[in-house]
């Protein structure tokens, strides 16, 4: 029989369930991380795990048994020495930073789930004092103090607001002559109290989900709150008005953290992505990816050298700032691109082949060509978005100007019937001289040949009738059959269905048919006579040279022997000639 004995065990340092919070401490040195049934304190300059905390819930320290519990929410106190972390089970308790041990415990705090705590610092009889505010289930708000007993942090049940809903987030402004606490409830609305009384300032409303998470700037001149329905709200804080709401989440946002000193603050949403905003100007600075899974928290260091998200993915990511300079038109046109290339599920693939629709039509149709059974590969891109809007713009202001002369045409008409003369017409500068059909085409021709086709698809519908009609014109004219046919052919592939529908474009369809059949023949015909007698050029060519006794088939010595009888060079092949005979 063999014995085996255990020598030593190795344990993975990162969590094996989803980040529900993280949280710096005040020297940003150490980072806490709250997951199912453990706390992890990082240290972010080695990016190391230093201590792995097991929360257990006792009435009392040192007492024997208790449950694990569930890290909810938590902040530092204390410097930075302290940990205050809320629980699912609804217990608010006091850990040590440096030892790891559970110092004091509320296993009370919450009837239900302690879903936030957020932590500042207020006088009381000229001594500055920890103030927590925790919020939960069950609709209360309680505010706690953190006293010292005997090198121990004990907590001090203070105050408590009642509010009509679920608290999901509670936070403290910075200015300390006006301290405001922010309460996010499960109506969707976030209302701000002064922090001393508990007295009501404002409410904010404009959510249509609950807001997730709430920051405010350093100088709390305004506030940042991300909601369940996608969006980012930024308020004032003077009269609780909506300065702007921003939109670039997929899902839910669920933290909002401003960088001190600035108006600048950073998101995260369950997509997996951190975005960087401007609140001064509400522009999206950059978009920050590597999450696998939602991002459930965000903490950004007082110095704002970096910032810290926890994820469902169990990472803790450390992003750090650099000297690297952002472009905001380039991030803005990636983030586009990005967006179309994910719209269309073409990361690397190339969609071939007819869509369900038009290839159903064909089998009902016997076959016989009526669908379209097969598409170019496409891809939509940047560049064919932009000549999209160029050809909107100028359908636009072609229509504008249409109009405008049909309208003087009229008044001169009725002008000269009364014996008046008639009102010159003023053309629109931005024309450029050009007529409205003119224009289209010239705006038209500006867009690749490659871009055309996909362009022109992303006009709605209400435009392609007067596209058709500045169509004809060009045909009648003669004008532009090269593009107008290729533009033709790509609307009427996108809108088959819904022009063939519409009865009204009957005889625009037969008309615009008819140009374009009569015109390409011309081309075809033309370049036929032009292929034609580019050949009878070079067969004449050839004839000629033959002709010349072959010209272009002597040596060089032959030619220069023929040359003027008066010529050095000449005599002196001659005579190079006999020597050889």
């Known amino acids: 029989a063999f014995n085996s004995t255990l020598i030593t065990s190795l344990t993975l340092p990162g969590h094996i369930s989803p980040l529900r919070s993280v949280f710096l401490s005040s020297d940003s040195t150490l980072c806490c ?215 670039g989440h997929s899902d839910s946002v669920t933290d909002v953290r401003f960088v001190r000193g600035t108006h600048c603050f950073f998101s995260g949403g369950k997509e997996g992505n951190l975005r960087y905003w401007d609140a001064d100007t509400f522009q999206l600075i950059t978009v920050m990816r590597g999450h696998q899974g939602g991002v459930n928290s965000l903490a950004v260091s007082p110095t704002s050298g970096f910032v810290v998200s926890g994820g469902a993915d169990l990472t803790v990511r450390v992003w750090e ?119 289209l085409l010239w705006n038209l021709r500006t867009i690749r040949a490659a871009d055309l086709e996909q362009a022109v698809l992303v006009l709605p519908m209400v435009k392609v009738e007067r596209i058709m009609f500045y169509f004809i014109s060009l045909l009648r004219a003669g004008a532009g059959v090269e593009v107008v046919a290729r533009a033709a052919v790509g609307l009427l592939r996108q809108h088959r269905r819904a022009i063939v529908a519409n009865r009204a474009m009957e005889g625009t369809l037969k008309g615009l048919r008819g140009l374009l059949r009569k015109r390409l023949e011309q081309r075809r015909d033309m370049c036929g006579y032009n292929l034609a007698a580019s050949r009878s050029v070079a067969r004449e060519r050839k004839e000629r040279k033959e002709e010349r006794g072959g010209f272009g088939e002597v040596d060089q010595e032959e030619i220069w022997g023929k040359i003027g009888l008066g010529s050095d060079v000449a005599a002196a092949l001659e005579g190079k000639k006999r020597r050889k005979n």
């Not at 409303?205 to 709150?225: E, Q, R, T, V």
């Not at 073409?346 to 669908?371: A, C, H, I, Q, Y």
């Not at 999209?388 to 072609?398: F, S």
């Open 321 to 439: 700032r650099t000297r690297d300079v952002v472009y905001l038109e380039e991030e803005r046109e990636q983030e586009i691109d990005r967006m179309y290339d994910e719209k269309e599920g073409r990361r690397g693939e190339v969609k071939v082949g007819g869509g369900g629709e038009e290839e159903e039509e064909g089998e009902e149709d016997g076959g016989g060509g009526g669908g379209v059974s097969s598409e170019d590969a496409v891809r939509k891109t940047v560049m064919s978005m932009e000549g999209g809007d160029r050809i909107v713009a100028a359908l636009d202001l072609a229509d504008a100007e249409t109009k405008n002369m049909l309208e003087l045409r009229a008044t001169n008409e009725k002008r000269k019937a009364k014996g008046l003369d008639g009102i010159e017409f003023a053309k629109n500068p931005l024309l450029m001289g050009m007529t409205p059909a003119g224009y």
């Open 33 to 247: 991380s709250l997951g199912k049934g453990m706390m992890k304190l990082w240290d972010v300059e080695n990016r190391c795990a230093v201590r792995d905390v097991t929360l257990n819930l006792k009435r009392r320290p040192g007492e024997k048994g208790g449950r694990v519990g569930y890290g909810l929410a938590g902040t530092f106190v204390g410097g930075g020495m302290r940990a205050a972390v809320g629980t699912k089970e609804g217990a608010l308790a006091i850990v040590d930073a440096g030892s790891g041990e559970v110092e004091d415990i509320d296993m009370e705090a919450h009837k239900g789930e302690v879903w936030t705590v957020a932590g500042t610092r207020a006088e009381r009889d000229g001594e500055d004092v920890e103030v927590l505010a925790t919020g939960g289930k069950d609709g209360e708000v309680k505010i706690w103090e953190v006293e010292e007993d005997k090198g121990r942090g004990e907590l001090v049940h203070a105050k408590t607001l009642k509010m009509t809903d679920d608290v999901v987030k509670v936070g403290f402004s910075y200015v300390a002559d006006k301290r405001l606490l922010f309460v996010s409830t499960l109506d969707s609305t976030v209302k701000v109290f002064f922090a001393d009384t508990l007295k009501f300032f404002l409410s904010l409303y404009g959510h249509k989900l609950p807001a997730l998470g709430l920051d405010c700037a350093d100088d709390d001149s305004i506030m940042a709150s991300g909601g369940a329905d996608k969006t980012i709200k930024v308020w004032g804080l003077d009269f609780g008005d909506c300065h702007r709401s921003l939109y």
